[in-house]
Protein backbone atom coordinates (compact mmCIF):
# COMPACT_ATOMS: atom_id res chain seq x y z
CA UNK A 1 0.00 0.00 0.00
CA UNK A 2 1.36 3.13 -1.12
CA UNK A 3 2.22 5.87 1.85
CA UNK A 4 1.74 9.94 1.27
CA UNK A 5 4.62 11.62 1.99
CA UNK A 6 4.54 15.34 2.47
CA UNK A 7 7.74 16.39 4.84
CA UNK A 8 10.58 15.00 6.02
CA UNK A 9 9.13 13.69 9.29
CA UNK A 10 6.41 11.68 7.57
CA UNK A 11 9.46 10.40 5.85
CA UNK A 12 11.65 9.27 8.78
CA UNK A 13 8.51 8.17 10.33
CA UNK A 14 7.70 5.47 7.36
CA UNK A 15 11.82 4.52 7.12
CA UNK A 16 11.64 3.74 10.77
CA UNK A 17 10.05 -0.43 10.71
CA UNK A 18 13.06 -0.70 7.57
CA UNK A 19 15.62 0.75 9.58
CA UNK A 20 14.82 -1.06 12.65
CA UNK A 21 15.10 -4.33 10.55
CA UNK A 22 17.76 -3.64 8.98
CA UNK A 23 19.82 -2.81 12.54
CA UNK A 24 18.96 -5.90 13.64
CA UNK A 25 20.10 -7.83 11.03
CA UNK A 26 23.34 -6.14 11.33
CA UNK A 27 23.16 -6.52 15.31
CA UNK A 28 22.69 -10.37 14.60
CA UNK A 29 25.95 -10.32 12.31
CA UNK A 30 28.03 -9.06 14.88
CA UNK A 31 26.20 -10.75 17.56
CA UNK A 32 27.34 -14.41 15.51
CA UNK A 33 30.83 -13.67 14.89
CA UNK A 34 31.54 -12.56 18.79
CA UNK A 35 30.09 -16.10 19.75
CA UNK A 36 32.42 -17.60 16.28
CA UNK A 37 35.25 -15.68 18.41
CA UNK A 38 34.16 -16.74 22.29
CA UNK A 39 34.14 -20.57 20.89
CA UNK A 40 37.72 -19.74 18.95
CA UNK A 41 38.84 -18.67 22.47
CA UNK A 42 37.58 -21.67 24.45
CA UNK A 43 39.24 -23.99 21.66
CA UNK A 44 42.54 -22.63 21.61
CA UNK A 45 43.46 -23.69 25.19
CA UNK A 46 42.61 -26.81 27.18
CA UNK A 47 43.03 -26.13 31.00
CA UNK A 48 44.69 -28.75 32.84
CA UNK A 49 44.28 -27.46 36.70
CA UNK A 50 40.69 -26.07 36.71
CA UNK A 51 37.20 -27.05 35.42
CA UNK A 52 35.49 -24.55 33.05
CA UNK A 53 32.55 -22.76 34.27
CA UNK A 54 31.81 -21.79 30.50
CA UNK A 55 30.21 -17.99 31.57
CA UNK A 56 32.11 -16.67 29.69
CA UNK A 57 31.64 -18.47 26.53
CA UNK A 58 27.78 -17.65 27.17
CA UNK A 59 28.36 -14.32 27.60
CA UNK A 60 27.31 -12.69 24.40
CA UNK A 61 24.33 -10.26 24.66
CA UNK A 62 22.35 -9.07 21.69
CA UNK A 63 19.41 -6.06 22.87
CA UNK A 64 17.09 -5.86 20.44
CA UNK A 65 16.69 -2.37 18.16
CA UNK A 66 15.18 0.59 19.97
CA UNK A 67 13.46 3.67 17.74
CA UNK A 68 14.39 6.99 19.66
CA UNK A 69 13.54 9.68 17.74
CA UNK A 70 15.64 9.53 14.82
CA UNK A 71 18.12 6.91 15.73
CA UNK A 72 17.58 3.33 15.34
CA UNK A 73 20.55 1.51 17.77
CA UNK A 74 21.28 -2.08 18.77
CA UNK A 75 23.60 -3.32 21.00
CA UNK A 76 26.07 -6.19 20.97
CA UNK A 77 28.41 -7.21 24.62
CA UNK A 78 30.14 -8.94 26.61
CA UNK A 79 27.86 -8.94 29.85
CA UNK A 80 31.03 -9.10 32.23
CA UNK A 81 28.06 -8.68 35.14
CA UNK A 82 27.17 -12.83 34.20
CA UNK A 83 30.66 -14.45 34.97
CA UNK A 84 30.51 -14.30 38.70
CA UNK A 85 32.49 -17.81 39.20
CA UNK A 86 35.80 -16.80 38.52
CA UNK A 87 38.62 -16.71 41.26
CA UNK A 88 40.75 -14.00 41.88
CA UNK A 89 39.04 -12.55 39.00
CA UNK A 90 36.39 -10.20 37.83
CA UNK A 91 33.86 -10.98 34.27
CA UNK A 92 35.70 -7.38 33.46
CA UNK A 93 39.20 -8.94 34.07
CA UNK A 94 37.99 -11.98 32.53
CA UNK A 95 37.15 -10.20 29.08
CA UNK A 96 39.87 -7.80 28.92
CA UNK A 97 42.34 -10.73 28.99
CA UNK A 98 40.69 -12.92 26.08
CA UNK A 99 40.77 -9.52 24.48
CA UNK A 100 44.54 -9.70 24.74
CA UNK A 101 44.59 -13.14 23.51
CA UNK A 102 45.29 -14.55 26.80
CA UNK A 103 43.85 -17.16 29.28
CA UNK A 104 44.34 -15.51 32.75
CA UNK A 105 46.61 -13.11 31.48
CA UNK A 106 49.42 -15.04 31.22
CA UNK A 107 48.83 -17.97 28.97
CA UNK A 108 48.21 -17.91 25.33
CA UNK A 109 46.68 -20.90 23.72
CA UNK A 110 47.40 -21.89 20.30
CA UNK A 111 45.95 -18.98 17.71
CA UNK A 112 44.19 -17.60 20.90
CA UNK A 113 41.72 -14.77 19.05
CA UNK A 114 41.38 -11.13 20.73
CA UNK A 115 37.73 -11.93 21.24
CA UNK A 116 36.29 -8.38 20.80
CA UNK A 117 38.95 -6.31 18.41
CA UNK A 118 38.44 -9.49 16.39
CA UNK A 119 34.84 -9.07 16.48
CA UNK A 120 35.08 -5.88 15.28
CA UNK A 121 37.81 -6.26 12.81
CA UNK A 122 35.14 -8.74 11.18
CA UNK A 123 32.33 -6.82 11.25
CA UNK A 124 32.87 -2.91 10.91
CA UNK A 125 36.30 -2.36 10.21
CA UNK A 126 36.59 -4.65 7.27
CA UNK A 127 33.44 -2.85 5.88
CA UNK A 128 30.96 -5.70 5.97
CA UNK A 129 28.43 -4.21 8.25
CA UNK A 130 28.56 -1.22 5.53
CA UNK A 131 28.11 -3.63 2.07
CA UNK A 132 25.18 -5.95 4.26
CA UNK A 133 23.52 -2.49 4.98
CA UNK A 134 23.64 -1.28 1.07
CA UNK A 135 22.46 -5.08 0.05
CA UNK A 136 19.59 -5.06 2.80
CA UNK A 137 18.46 -1.46 2.04
CA UNK A 138 18.68 -2.52 -2.25
CA UNK A 139 16.83 -5.63 -1.17
CA UNK A 140 13.81 -3.28 0.12
CA UNK A 141 13.68 -0.78 -3.31
CA UNK A 142 16.24 1.82 -2.42
CA UNK A 143 18.52 2.59 -4.68
CA UNK A 144 21.98 3.12 -2.75
CA UNK A 145 25.35 4.54 -4.49
CA UNK A 146 28.68 3.72 -3.05
Known amino acids: ?12 KALMPTMAKMVDSLADRVYETLNYFLKEYYDSY ?5 QRTKDFLFSAVKVEPKIKGSK ?14 YHN ?10 NQGTHGG ?16 STVNNGELLRLAIDYLKSKGFSVRV
Open 1 to 12: MAKHISNMNQLQ
Open 106 to 121: MISGNNTPHVWDDTID
Open 72 to 85: VTASVYIDTDSMSN
Open 46 to 50: DPVSY
Open 89 to 98: ATGEQVAHWA
